[in-house]
């Protein structure tokens, strides 16, 4: 059994900082894709940033140059490091992992950008 667990979501002002932690159990970690999705009100949930299991990286136009997607596979977690954030950033953030042809997720956790 796969369990992701994310935390770190709070709300902050725009052009602030947050880092975003995936922790996982079980034993897919090592060989697992990894991603960060996002889902705000009223939107479909957006896949934002992915890393493999060979850290290379992938993201979605709007974050690119902001979030830095990361992994540490000692203490099976992955991060989402969250720079320069923008009202439009405002969403519940999902981690989720994809291994021998099954994808797991998170509950989520809240991000919200407002002054």
């Known amino acids: 059994q796969v369990q992701l667990v994310e935390s770190g979501g709070d709300l902050v002002q725009p052009g602030g900082s947050l880092r975003l932690s995936c922790a996982a159990s079980g034993d897919i970690f090592r060989i697992a894709v990894l991603a960060w999705s996002r889902q705000a009100p009223g939107k479909q949930r957006e896949t934002v940033a992915s890393i493999s299991a060979d850290d290379r990286t992938n993201y979605v136009d709007s974050v690119k140059g902001r979030f830095t997607i990361s992994r540490d596979n000692a203490k099976n977690t992955m991060y989402l490091e969250m720079n320069n954030l923008k009202p439009e950033d405002t969403a519940v953030y999902y981690c989720?992992?994809?291994?021998?042809?099954?994808?797991?997720w998170g509950q989520g956790t809240q991000v919200t950008v407002s002054s």
């Open positions: 989720s992992a994809w291994a021998r042809a099954e994808n797991y």
